[in-house]
């Protein structure tokens, strides 16, 4: 059965870095690309970007360029996604997602608290 | 990029329709399919509908996808609507430049 596993929630001050894991089992992890989504409180989804989890190449959407980064381990089947100088807007639930004709298959989401 | 509008709530009584508009701001709603998913509290979004039209299995037939090009827009047609539709739905479309999740809908059922 098909299965994204993401780490747990966090709590970050402001200006620190988050790296949250999604681990995939079930298939075989290059075959399809891996996106976030982000989910702040009482908001919409929101497209972060995506990782080709077999050559790395990476896509990110324009309002986080620069602030976000995708890698992958292809030995532990698990993709990351790192944010860095969080402020407390970036508050929300992150999502990674696996894109086949549709997000159809989604991770339990990680929460990730900023707060001085 | 483009946006994806969709109006803020709506409601009905149990056995009702309820349609939900998605309506695409630059570029054709036909030209990158359009997939709908169903949120509710404290979970992750699930697939309704993908490639404007088509149901995952397990999905109901009550669920329905269209686009309409002359409104460049799609909708979400429930029909016969039961409690537990009460959710919120997001519809999701691409273009070249990466993914759109529209602005949700919260579906009431009163």
Redesign the interface.
């Given at each position: 059965q098909v299965h994204l596993v993401q780490s747990g929630a966090e709590v970050k001050k402001p200006g620190a870095s988050v790296k949250v894991s999604c681990k995939a089992s079930g298939y075989s992890f290059t075959t399809y690309g891996l996106h976030w989504v982000r989910q702040a409180p009482g908001q919409g989804l929101e497209w972060m970007g995506w990782i080709n989890t077999g050559n790395g190449y990476t896509n990110y959407s324009q309002n986080f360029q620069g602030r976000v980064t995708f890698t992958r381990d292809t030995s532990a089947n698990t993709a990351y996604m790192e944010m860095s100088t969080l402020r407390s807007e970036d508050t929300a639930v992150f999502y990674c997602a696996v894109w086949r004709n549709a997000f159809d298959i989604w991770g339990q989401g990680t929460m990730v608290t900023v707060s001085s | 990029?483009f946006m994806l509008t969709q109006p803020h709530s709506v409601s009905e009584s149990p056995g009702k329709t309820v349609i939900i508009s998605c309506t695409r701001s630059s570029g054709s709603i036909a030209s990158n399919?359009v997939?709908w998913?169903q949120?509710r509290p404290g979970s992750?979004?699930?697939?309704i509908i993908?490639?404007d039209n088509?149901r995952?299995s397990g999905v109901p037939d009550r669920f329905s996808g269209s686009i309409d090009s002359s409104s460049n827009s799609a909708s979400l047609t429930i029909s016969g609507l039961k409690a537990e539709d009460e959710a919120d739905y997001?519809c999701?479309s691409y273009d070249g430049?990466?993914?759109?999740?529209?602005?949700?809908t919260e579906v009431t059922v009163l």
């Open positions: - | 990029n399919y997939q998913y949120q992750a979004p699930t697939t993908y490639e088509e995952p997001y999701q430049s990466g993914f759109v999740f529209g602005t949700g």
